[in-house]
């Protein structure tokens, strides 16, 4: 199965390495933490019916899976009957509101 993030999802990648390098100085950990980051997103792929709906209500009518990276991102996905799983959204936990 083949790995694509969304738009939203590759721009919060970008954001996160941007402001590890820039606001915190940290180039070296910027760059394994989204090699890390990158390397949860894809194996997603291998094991993706094993992940349960979303809590957020939104994303679990959309029939997005969720799950944790690192104790802190959650990554919204869904497998396509196509061969493709594609990453909706990439966000902090606790970022997150479980509205309507």
Not at 7 to 30: G, H, N, R
Not at 31 to 53: E, H
Request: proline letters at 2%; charged letters at 25%; hydrophobic letters at 40%.
């Amino acid at each position: 199965m083949r790995v694509r993030y969304s738009q939203q999802a590759f721009e919060t990648i970008q954001f996160l390495m941007k402001y590890l390098v820039e606001e915190i100085k940290m180039p070296s950990t910027a760059i394994k933490y989204i090699f890390r980051m990158r390397a949860f997103g894809d194996s997603l792929a291998t094991n993706s019916n094993t992940y349960p709906l979303c809590r957020h209500k939104q994303w679990a009518t959309q029939g997005l899976k969720c799950a944790t990276f690192d104790k802190k991102w959650v990554f919204a996905f869904k497998a396509q009957k196509n061969g493709l799983l594609v990453i909706h959204h990439i966000k902090l936990g606790k970022l997150i509101r479980n509205t309507k």
